[in-house]
């Protein structure tokens, strides 16, 4: 069964430092989200993108973060200099699509735990 | 108020018994809605869809959602200890194969569940 895959699995940082985390989206599917959950809270939307642009973003997505295409395959969240309150697993997500309408549910990624220090 | 709510739990249901999971939500334009199982740790695992008002069922899962009462819930019956986890209440506003748009889904902060065998 496809599916979305993440990288890293558990990544450890220093505060103030450049953090990436990458996203194989399934491979039919263009359209590509990130999510947050600190711990015991609830899963937050940050990102949707399509056709290499932000779709929607949250206020949580502040000039911190950014995220990219790079290639044909890979979807990274870019966080430019954590902070503690970063610390969160982050879920990169994708949903299947016809011309410019959502045809499937979408579908999460393992997760990226990150831990800022 | 919350956007999306639900009772925190834990919820202890006996092993073949129903379990009922409730879920309100505030945005009167919402029109699509999810059940998701989280496993502690794990991502969030899509289980239900339902987009009209009545009942749908897949196996063992009945979705149920009243948008009038701006209410859905998700039935489980034959209760297995595999069904222990976190279950997510998540709505969106856009319709699937709508125009984009709209497309984050707003998640509850879930309901604990214990099967006890």
């Known amino acids: 069964e496809p599916e979305v895959t993440q990288t890293p699995s558990h990544q450890v940082t220093q505060m103030g430092q450049e953090v990436i985390l990458r996203c194989v989206p399934i491979?039919?599917?263009?359209?590509f989200y990130w999510y947050r959950q600190i711990l015991g809270q609830k899963v937050e939307f940050l990102v949707s993108?399509?056709?290499?642009?932000?779709?929607?973003k949250s206020e949580i997505f502040d000039d911190q973060f950014s995220v990219e295409r790079p290639d044909g395959s890979n979807f990274t969240l870019k966080i430019r200099s954590t902070k503690l309150e970063d610390s969160a697993m982050y879920f990169c997500?994708?949903?299947?699509?016809?011309?410019?309408?959502?045809?499937?549910?979408?579908?999460f990624g393992e997760g990226s735990r990150l831990t800022v220090l | 108020q919350k956007e999306v709510e639900q009772n925190s739990g834990p919820l202890s249901v006996p092993e073949g018994a129903i379990a009922s999971l409730n879920c309100t939500y505030s945005d009167r334009g919402s029109q699509s809605f999810f059940w998701y199982r989280q496993y502690s740790g794990k991502s969030p695992e899509l289980i239900m869809s339902?987009?009209?008002?009545g009942d749908k069922e897949d196996g063992r899962f009945t979705a149920q959602l009243n948008k009038a009462s701006q209410y859905v819930s998700l039935l489980i019956r034959d209760s297995q200890p595999s069904d222990s986890a976190t279950y997510l209440c998540a709505v969106k506003r856009n319709l699937m194969g709508s125009n984009f748009g709209n497309e984050k889904l707003t998640f509850g902060t879930g309901t604990r569940l214990t099967i006890i065998p």
């Open positions: 997500a994708s949903s299947a699509t016809s011309g410019r309408f959502i045809i499937g549910e979408l579908f």
């Open positions: 339902i987009y009209s008002n």
């Open positions: 491979s039919n599917h263009l359209y």
């Open positions: 993108f399509y056709n290499n642009e932000i779709s929607e």
